[in-house]
């Protein structure tokens, strides 16, 4: 899937901010934009060959946009050929202290940054990365987060506040502005739902910069992507947002998984894959769990490889118990029996087929009946 191809939304009921609009490399972010998807690599971003491989399974699963720690000049170097090796992806260079390595990796091709223009040094430092980055044609997210904040804003706040995180980010803001840079997004997270919301709500009202959403720390994959739902789902169904990250304690490719799923429940991008699967019981003789989800990853490869082909209702079942009457509503079934499946097209049985070739051939003539 290109990215200037990205899954739009069908029509529906929710509101949407009116943002600036932005680019990371070819993607627009703000300004009605689909809202995108991004996740971090948990790779060394030293280690290249790892790098590219993290970035094209992100890629397979959907996802829109990949940061990277850039820890020294041999990360930010490394940048060069992860970008040569993937070009489509945007790349966003993560930045802490040292302006010189933000610019190190945009002169590597890094699409944007992410820092805090108060950490990196003086107003002289911060304009010097503005040129690179406004030369690169890049933009900037200042990354504004409840643990970190400014002494001076805790004190005066009474702590990590919504209002303090606000009050951070538009300083940041305004550190940028004063050098004319204005090709950024925000963010303000915590770990806190009540927190983050009112963070956002607040800054949605002062600025019309893209938002970038997330709840930091949010935990592992269970907790974190129910509390990130939550925190996340809700501002998106008030308008608020252009792009989100939910942050786990997890592979990242879930993290991708997790918020392409959020989207599509809120209607911002097309319907992925329909798998009904029933939860199995003792009457189960084959690997639904391993089939089930197998199917789903096959499928998800398959949309994204093709974002028009038509969508068809795939159930899995264990069982010849409701087996057969969720194989004449589904499109395309496979129905366990002893050790194996037994593949249905419209309610019609088609084939029998080893647990290990199940999938395969159910996406055989998923390919076929889409006609891509």
């Known amino acids: 899937m290109k990215h200037n191809d990205m899954q739009t939304a ?9 943002t600036r609009r932005i680019m990371l490399g070819r993607l627009p972010i703000g300004g009605g934009a689909p809202v995108s998807v991004q996740t971090m690599a948990n790779t060394d971003t030293r280690d290249i060959e790892s790098c590219v491989k993290c970035v094209r399974k992100f890629r397979e699963a959907g996802c829109d946009i990949v940061r990277f720690a850039v820890p020294d000049a041999e990360a930010a170097s490394a940048l060069k050929e992860i970008k040569k090796q993937c070009p489509e992806m945007p790349v966003v260079a993560d930045i802490h202290f040292d302006w010189r390595l933000a ?60 209002e303090a995180m606000v009050a951070s980010a538009l300083r940041h803001v305004e550190m940028l502005e004063n050098v004319d840079f204005h090709d950024m997004k925000i963010s303000v997270k915590a770990s806190d739902i009540s927190k983050t919301l009112a963070a956002y709500r607040l800054l949605s009202k ?20 129910v509390r990130s739902s939550i925190a996340i789902g809700t501002l998106l169904a008030e308008g608020i947002g252009d792009t989100i990250r939910i942050s786990l304690t997890d592979e990242p ?55 028009n082909a038509v969508r068809l ?60």
């Open 253 to 307: 490719v879930n993290e991708v998984r997790a918020g392409l799923e959020l989207l599509r429940c809120l209607g911002l991008r097309k319907p992925g894959p329909s798998v009904i699967s029933c939860p199995t019981c003792g009457r189960t003789q084959a690997d639904v769990f391993g089939t089930a989800r197998r199917m789903e990853a096959a499928l998800e490869s398959f949309y994204n490889t093709f974002p």
């Open 10 to 18: 069908e029509q529906n009921d929710l509101p949407r901010n009116r």
């Open 103 to 162: 610019i190190e990796s945009l002169k590597s091709g890094a699409d944007g940054l992410r820092i805090n223009p108060g950490n990196i040094g003086g107003q002289d430092r911060v304009k010097a990365v503005a040129a690179a980055a406004k030369e690169r044609g890049a933009s900037i997210r200042i990354g504004v987060n409840a643990g970190s904040l400014e002494p001076e804003l805790l004190k005066t706040y009474g702590g990590a506040t919504p």
């Open 313 to 372: 209702s795939v159930a899995v079942m264990g069982c010849v118990v409701n087996g057969p009457g969720e194989a004449r509503d589904a499109d395309v079934a496979l129905v366990g029996g002893k050790d194996c499946f037994f593949l249905y097209s419209n309610g019609k049985m088609l084939s029998r087929h080893s647990v290990d070739e199940a999938a395969d051939a159910a996406m055989n003539l998923i390919r076929s009946r889409s006609k891509v």
């Open 206 to 225: 002062k600025t019309n910069y893209p938002l970038h959403l997330g709840l930091t720390e949010a935990g592992t994959l269970i907790s974190g992507t």
